[in-house]
């Protein structure tokens, strides 16, 4: 097959919905409230409820706020998956979203963050959709054009954000997952549930 005639947009998607759809959206199937909060490190940043929080900023909008600091301490903070999901679905997606695909504006401090792991997972799986339909409507073409001032490097064609933003997902759901595994392992009493 010719590279011109390769869909490319096609299989930028498949780079991640293959992913996603075999490997790591059933190791999150049944997620816990306590998995989603659980620390196995003292001082890890999450998602607390409002006005709980020692760290030196805590952004968003509803009832449950997310640990940062900035500059970014130095080693970097340990994060919950209730923190890590937290950013994927606002800094990976949901800011993304809006910024290209005309999705609702969004950022760290005006997210509601989920108080719940079902929650979050809801969250994640609506701002998926909307990411892997606003890659598919901007067609081959469109993977082309730069992404403009949204982003930090505004010359770089879309199809190296769509890439960026894919590793994003796969590093950071990746990591969910290792900490689950770590919460199987350590709290076995607690999690009786084999993944």
């Not at 299989?11 to 659980?38: I, M, S």
């Not at 709980?52 to 900023?57: E, F, H, L, V, Y």
């Not at 609702?104 to 997210?111: D, G, R």
Request: glycine share 8%; proline share 7%.
């Amino acid at each position: 097959m010719d590279a011109d005639e390769l869909d490319w947009n096609r299989t930028l998607r498949e780079q991640w919905e293959v992913h996603w759809k075999h490997q790591l959206r059933a190791r999150l199937e049944g997620l816990t409230d306590d998995e989603y909060f659980w620390s196995p490190v003292p001082d890890a940043w999450t998602v607390r409820p409002r006005g709980s929080s020692t760290a030196p900023i805590q952004a968003g909008a509803g009832d449950f706020t997310i640990d940062f600091a900035f500059p970014q301490p130095v080693p970097a903070a340990f994060t919950t998956i209730a923190w890590r999901l937290g950013h994927v679905i606002v800094g990976v997606l949901a800011a993304r979203n809006a910024a290209h695909f005309g999705a609702p504006a969004a950022s760290y401090e005006t997210w509601e963050y989920a108080g719940s792991a079902a929650t979050a997972l809801d969250q994640l799986e609506t701002q998926l959709d909307i990411w892997l339909a606003g890659v598919r409507g901007v067609g081959d073409a469109g993977l082309r054009v730069p992404v403009g001032a949204k982003e930090p490097f505004p010359e770089v064609p879309m199809a190296d954000l769509v890439l960026h933003i894919h590793r994003e997902l796969i590093h950071h759901l990746s990591e969910v997952c290792l900490l689950r595994d770590l919460y199987l392992h350590t709290k076995p009493a607690t999690n009786g549930a084999t993944r």
